[in-house]
């Protein structure tokens, strides 16, 4: 694609995270070392070559800045006057990759005022794709081949928690809800189990970053699902503020159940919205 703001091809997008998605495939076959981060979260050699690829392959593109989890540090200063720009994550689910699961993603999302309106999920394993663009629809490509994907709601549930980070205020959260079936896994595959109509809800009460989440919600509300900040039930957004740091959300596969999520809050947690 030709260096613009414009919105960018997704067949290229999606080519250019399975080339990421490559590179971190050779580098687990190749053996890796695991390091630590000033946050203590683990980083591989296949987290910083999916970097590389992403950031070289968005800057031939797109003159839009770019935000990546194994980027250099950009001040709040810089980043508040952006109105569009990409948002990585090279390696989503370096947990899981370092314990030999399967389910870790290339993230890449186009954010604009805060909102992410594309993104695209690919899982290197099993070299399955989503994309979604807001206002255009959502896309599963397994195969070579490339369908369309929507939501599906259920009600009681299908339920999906990280695999890592099921805590206490999640596990009251999803006892509230008779019939409810849970299902585990991690990173951003699970946004893309709701788009794709195989799950219903992901609620999650523990730390995650806006690189971690962006792409999925895409994806997500794309396909007709939304994803909500936990206490107000209003959409989660990007780039609110200095920190990067999401607060606690629920994606869900429509807008429709917004006074389920409130009752639930009020049993689950109390009136107060506040977690314990």
């Not at 989503?92 to 399967?102: I, L, S, Y």
């Not at 005022?113 to 397994?142: D, E, I, K, N, Y």
């Not at 490339?146 to 980070?165: D, F, K």
Request: aromatic share 6%.
């Amino acid at each position: 694609m030709e260096p613009s703001d414009t919105q960018p091809d997704l067949e290229t997008l999606v080519c250019l995270c399975e080339e990421a998605g490559r590179a971190i495939l050779a580098v687990r076959e190749a053996g890796f070392r695991v390091d630590a981060k000033e946050d203590a979260s683990p980083v591989t050699a296949a987290d910083l070559a999916a970097h590389e690829i992403l950031v070289a392959g968005l800057a031939a593109g797109s003159t839009l800045p770019i935000l990546s989890e194994e980027g250099r540090e950009v001040p709040w200063e810089a980043r508040r006057e952006w109105q569009r720009f990409w948002l990585i994550d090279p390696l989503d689910g370096t947990r899981e990759f370092v314990d030999g699961f399967d389910d870790f993603t290339v993230n890449v999302a186009l954010v604009e005022a805060g909102r992410p309106v594309l993104g695209v999920v690919h899982v290197p394993a099993s070299g399955t794709s989503w994309a979604g663009v807001l206002g255009q629809g959502a896309w599963r490509w397994q195969a070579g081949r490339r369908e369309p994907i929507g939501v599906a709601p259920r009600w009681p549930p299908r339920v999906l928690a990280s695999r890592a980070h099921l805590d206490p205020a999640t596990r009251a959260w999803i006892s509230a809800i008779p019939g409810a079936r849970l299902e585990r896994c991690g990173s951003s595959v699970k946004f893309c189990r709701i788009a794709e109509g195989r799950a219903d809800l992901y609620p999650r009460f523990s730390p995650t970053c806006e690189w971690d989440t962006a792409a999925g919600q895409a994806v997500l509300e794309a396909a007709g699902g939304v994803v909500l900040a936990a206490d107000s039930l209003a959409a989660l957004r990007c780039q609110q503020g200095e920190s990067l740091v999401n607060g606690h959300f629920i994606a869900c596969a429509t807008p429709a159940w917004r006074e389920r999520l409130a009752v639930l809050r009020r049993q689950a947690v109390g009136e107060s919205g506040r977690h314990r």
